[in-house]
C-alpha cells in the first residue's frame, strides 16, 4: 500500500489522551506500545509542523490560492522526508480533498469515533484539552498503527469551511475536481494524522 501522504498538518490536532487500550498487547511489551504511541506522536507533530510553516509562508506571499498549490506541490515530499525508519506517515479524512488520502477500514471507524467524540465535547462547549487519538497492534505481523484527530479550526475555514472564496475554490477545483473537503464547521473533525510502523 503506497498511500500519497500529506500533512498540513496546521498543528490542530486534537490529540487526546484518550487512547483507547484495545491494542492487542500480547507480544509487545506494554511499554513497547507506549513507546511507539510516543514516537507517532513525535512523528505527527513534526509533520504537521513542517507543513504549517511552508503553508503559512505561501499564504504570505502569495494568498489563499498559493497556499492551496503549496499544499500540493510540498505536502508529498514534506511527508516522504519525515516517513523513515519503519513509519509511514500521513492524514486522512472521512471527506477528502485529494482521493489518494481515503480511508481504509480502520481509518474509517476511527474518524467515526473522532467525530462523535468531538460532537460530544462540542456538546459540553468546550474543546478537548487532551488529543483524541487511538491505537492497535498486529502481533502477527508487528505492525503498530496510530491514528490522532485533526479538528477544523478558525485559520482551515478559508480552504475547508463552509464559505470558500470563488477564487479559492476554482484553485482548489482545478487541482482536485473531486474535492469533498468543504463545508466544515468550527470545531468539527476535518481529519485524522495516520501512521504505520512496519517491521523491517
Ligand atoms: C490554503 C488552503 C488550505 C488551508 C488554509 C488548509 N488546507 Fe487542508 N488541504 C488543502 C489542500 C490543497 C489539501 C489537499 C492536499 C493533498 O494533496 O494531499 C488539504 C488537505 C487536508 C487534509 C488531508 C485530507 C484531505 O482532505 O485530502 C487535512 C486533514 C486537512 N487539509 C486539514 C486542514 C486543517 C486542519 C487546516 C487548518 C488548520 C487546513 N487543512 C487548512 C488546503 C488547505
Not at 501522504?5 to 506494554?30: W, Y
Not at 487532551?130 to 477544523?152: C, H, L, V, W
Request: charged share 25%; hydrophobic share 35%.
Amino acid at each position: 500500500m503506497k498511500k500519497r501522504t500529506f500533512l498540513i498538518a496546521l498543528g490542530l490536532a486534537v490529540s487526546a489522551g484518550c487512547s483507547f487500550a484495545n491494542a492487542q498487547t500480547n507480544e509487545l511489551a506494554e511499554s513497547e506500545v507506549q513507546t511507539k504511541v510516543k514516537q507517532a506522536k513525535v512523528h505527527a507533530k513534526a509533520l504537521g509542523g513542517a507543513l504549517k510553516s511552508r503553508l503559512k509562508q505561501a499564504i504570505q506571499s502569495g494568498g489563499l490560492e498559493a497556499g492551496v498549490e503549496e499544499c500540493q506541490l510540498a505536502a508529498e515530499p514534506i511527508a516522504e522526508s519525515l516517513s523513515q525508519n519503519g513509519w509511514e506517515v500521513g492524514r486522512t479524512a472521512l471527506k477528502v480533498r485529494n482521493p489518494n488520502n481515503a480511508p481504509d477500514e480502520w481509518e474509517r471507524e476511527q474518524l467515526a469515533l473522532f467525530a462523535s467524540l468531538l460532537e460530544k465535547t462540542k456538546l459540553e462547549g468546550k474543546p478537548p484539552s487532551t488529543p483524541i487519538d487511538n491505537y492497535k497492534y498486529d502481533s502477527d505481523s508487528g505492525e503498530f498503527r496510530y491514528m490522532m484527530a485533526i479538528q477544523q479550526g478558525q485559520v482551515c475555514m478559508a480552504c475547508h469551511g463552509g464559505q470558500v472564496a470563488p477564487s479559492v475554490k476554482e484553485t482548489i477545483l482545478k487541482h482536485y475536481p473531486k474535492d469533498e473537503a468543504t463545508g466544515f464547521e468550527l470545531g468539527e473533525l476535518r481529519g485524522a494524522f495516520t501512521l504505520t510502523y512496519s517491521p523491517q
